[in-house]
């Protein structure tokens, strides 16, 4: 994928900064989404896009011109598109930014819109989702992209009594580090509400190691709060690690959680090229 194809014009509309890591997450997520509606469309009667963090569609990398297309823009655009997206987003100048440039973007799709926050919103969300039955097999992508780990497992429970995979942006590098100590003693339940258990620290404290391993452990226990609920375990190399650009420290995790084999074959495309930055950005 030539690196313009994530590049779009300024349109005057809403655009937030971001790090200029943000270009690797969309090219990976360009890839997923691409595999996965092309790869599940004769296998499903509908597949449908989630996204419950959308943002506003565009965003322009801190300090440059260059614009980002962003999650949902990447997923409406691929090259067979899902059959039906919807986009929650808790900011309304972003949701409007977003419905404009849907509208303008991809004119003929199903969307729907939901405004607030994904957690509040949830059985709005549900709803929107084309109910499964043995004549419509209806099977959802969903990306979880919060800005830091202020997911709430509830909310993926929840949605996750639907078919659903997820892809989720586990934002534990900086947040973990520079909040250590109020989450492991107890005094904020952030923690708590991403892995929906608080058994977690009693966990960390047994298995007694140094506070660089906090980021790995509390992937591993993500990984082990979705096993809860059905999906596959994978280790902790089958999610990628994005570091920051400037100082190469460890920003993110970007995982799959499926409980099908079939999507890992595309995931494991993903994680190959991403490691292989010529094949990847070219
Ligand atoms: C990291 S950005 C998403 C970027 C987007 N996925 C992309 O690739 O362009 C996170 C977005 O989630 C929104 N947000 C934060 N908390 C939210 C919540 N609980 N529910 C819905 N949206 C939320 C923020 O306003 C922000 O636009």
Not at 130 to 144: D, F, Y
Not at 157 to 164: C, E, G, I, T
Not at 249 to 259: M, T
Request: glycine residues 6%; charged residues 30%.
């Amino acid at each position: 994928m030539a690196s313009h194809a994530f590049h779009a014009e300024d349109d005057g509309l809403a655009c937030p900064e971001v790090g200029a890591w943000a270009e690797t997450k969309h090219r990976l997520l360009a890839l997923y989404d691409e595999l996965f509606s092309t790869g599940m469309k004769n296998k499903w009667d509908q597949r449908v896009y989630i996204d419950l963090y959308a943002g506003s569609g565009y965003s322009r990398i801190r300090g440059t011109k260059t614009i980002l297309k962003g999650s949902p823009i990447i997923a409406l655009t691929v090259p067979s598109p899902f059959d039906k997206y919807i986009f929650c987003e808790e900011n309304p100048d972003l949701l409007t930014a977003l419905k404009a440039r849907v509208k303008r973007i991809a004119p003929g799709v199903s969307v729907s819109f939901v405004s607030g926050r994904c957690d509040s919103e949830i059985e709005r969300i549900c709803a929107e989702i084309p109910q499964h039955s043995s004549n419509n097999k209806v099977l959802s992508l969903c990306l979880v992209d919060p800005f830091d780990f202020g997911i709430k497992f509830e909310t993926l429970r929840r949605l996750s009594a639907v078919f659903v995979d997820f892809v989720v942006l586990l934002a534990i590098g900086m947040d973990a580090n520079r909040n250590y100590d109020r989450y492991v003693d107890g005094n904020s339940t952030k923690i708590d509400e991403a892995l929906g258990n608080t058994q977690w620290r009693e966990r960390w404290k047994a298995v007694g190691v140094r506070r660089r391993d906090f980021r790995p452990f509390l992937a591993d226990e993500f990984s082990k709060s979705m096993e809860s609920l059905g999906y596959l375990r994978k280790p902790l190399d089958r999610m990628k690690l994005v570091r920051s650009d400037d100082k190469n420290l460890p920003l993110y995790y970007l995982a799959l959680f499926s409980r099908s084999e079939t999507a890992y074959k595309f995931w494991d495309d993903v994680l190959k090229y991403s490691t292989d930055q010529t094949a990847f950005w070219d």
